[in-house]
């Protein structure tokens, strides 16, 4: 399901989906710009709308059938009486910012799965909040229908791609790389915890530990693995550290970096993950460049699980 104005990230849901079914099943590809979804003041109106583009970048990657309906055919009656809501997950994060953002796309998702009916459907992990919340539909609801992430494709820079990346500058794109430094920088600080705790774990008391790494020269490493494993399991708050320097940073460049959130969280509901917190969670940030709004997300685990 898509917008429009198709990218490589919706090619490469295409090309998946393609391999996922062979050559004797059917790929199907939706487009349609969402009323519902716009809030007051957002970009509905300039959203880009280039569906002879999309119907070309369709089928190279393997598509068989287009269907993009019009707003009329979606909502006969204008907007409709019946909608979805999208719970307390919903409210959270992306919701918070886009008051009934995700009512309006889990009611359009619904209405899409019951028109084309497929068995498998292809999401894009950018939008993880998204992605969780159908997943939380289909399950809540009984869709008969298989929810499959796809990974987040970005630019050689590291940008995520997005149909609105084509709204900034060259300055504004500059300032938007941000997004994705400060993510990578979060993921390399949660891999050097986690490796010296996983060296701190090598020897069985504090003593040894430290006297078995001073004893091969590494003196610092055996003060920061005792420093690591007595600290907190996991690491989110450093993690979240190492993200928010960078974006701090982006902040006093010209055009500045605007942040709207920040957040590690768990992706079961979408809640802040405590200091003390293992397993799989997701960094997810969103930030304004100029006029342009762009999300973008990672996942990491932490301590025992990982």
């Known amino acids: 399901m898509t917008m429009g104005a198709l990218h490589e990230g919706h090619a490469t849901l295409i090309r998946t989906a393609r391999e996922h079914v062979g050559r004797k099943g059917y790929v199907v590809v939706t487009v349609f710009v969402n009323p519902l979804q716009f809030g ?73 799965l019951h028109l084309t009916r497929p068995d498998v459907a292809f999401f894009g992990q950018k939008d993880a909040q998204q992605l969780a919340l159908i997943r939380r ?23 995520a791609l997005s149909s609105r990346n ?46 078995a790494l001073s004893a091969i020269g590494e003196s610092r490493a055996a003060a920061d693995a005792h420093a690591v494993a007595k600290a ?19 902040a006093r460049l010209d055009p500045p970096l605007v942040l709207d959130y920040l957040a590690l969280v768990d992706p079961s509901d979408f809640s802040e993950v405590p200091d003390d917190y293992t397993g799989e969670a997701v960094l997810a940030v969103a930030a304004k460049v100029g006029t342009t709004r762009l999300i973008d997300n990672i996942t990491l685990t932490f301590g025992a699980a990982s």
């Open 137 to 159: 539909m289909v399950r809540d609801l009984n869709f008969p229908v298989e929810i499959v992430g796809v990974p987040t494709v970005r630019e050689e820079d590291g940008l």
């Open 232 to 250: 907190a399991p996991g690491g989110p708050a450093e993690v979240r550290a190492a993200a928010r320097l960078v974006l701090d940073e982006a």
């Open 40 to 112: 007051a003041g957002e970009d509905l109106d300039r959203y880009p709308r280039t569906l002879e583009a999309d119907l070309k970048t369709a089928e190279q990657a393997g598509a068989d059938i287009v269907f993009a309906p019009s707003v009329d055919e979606m909502y006969p009656d204008g907007r409709p009486e019946i909608t979805l809501r999208a719970g307390a997950m919903g409210e959270r994060l992306e919701g918070a910012s886009r008051p009934g953002h995700f009512d309006g796309m889990l009611t359009v998702v619904a209405k899409l």
């Open 166 to 211: 084509r709204y900034l500058s060259p300055q504004e794109r500059r300032t938007a790389l941000a997004l994705s430094r400060a993510l990578f920088a979060a993921q390399d600080r949660h891999a050097a915890l986690e490796a010296l705790r996983a060296r701190a774990r090598e020897v069985p008391s504090t003593r040894a530990r430290a006297e």
